[in-house]
């Protein structure tokens, strides 16, 4: 199993963060390993997502049921996909009124061999980067232009 921790204090409020994380149709957009952003269902408290992600000249696809917690958290739990096993953690914690600290905490294991280790390490590098991706489009969509 592969176990992805990573962490960033930025100069944003928390609210905001869980937003851009929350906004799931807009990855497609922001990302390049994105290929596709789906919201098959959406309320208040859970959301299920369908992404098609790009890893090297592999796709694959796969379906997460989100439980959100409004400005904090979200729990994603694999519903359907190459995985055998995929969950994480979203937090977002206020440190201040205008900055927190983002953290993601994400496991997972392919199911199958011929899937193996090529998409293995791909999925594990998009992870790696995802807190610096998200950190970088809130710089851009956030940040306030200097004249």
């Not at 929350?22 to 369908?50: G, H, I, K, M, N």
């Not at 409004?70 to 979203?90: C, D, K, T």
């Not at 927190?100 to 905490?105: A, C, F, G, M, Y």
């Amino acid at each position: 199993m592969t176990r992805v921790e990573r962490s960033a204090l930025v100069p944003f409020a928390a609210p905001r963060m869980y937003g851009l994380v929350v906004d799931v149709p807009a990855y497609a957009q922001r990302f390049s390993w994105c290929e596709q952003a789906t919201l098959l269902e959406s309320s208040d408290t859970v959301q299920v997502a369908r992404l098609g992600v790009k890893v090297g000249g592999m796709r694959a696809a796969f379906t997460t049921r989100n439980t959100l917690v409004a400005g904090e958290r979200i729990e994603m739990a694999l519903e359907e996909g190459p995985f055998q096993r995929l969950s994480g953690v979203w937090s977002f914690r206020a440190l201040t009124e205008s900055a927190s600290r983002v953290e993601l905490v994400l496991e997972f294991e392919l199911a199958g061999r011929f899937l193996g280790s090529a998409l293995a390490r791909g999925f594990a590098g998009i992870a790696d980067r995802m807190v610096d991706d998200f950190c970088r489009e809130a710089r851009r969509e956030f940040a306030v232009k200097q004249p």
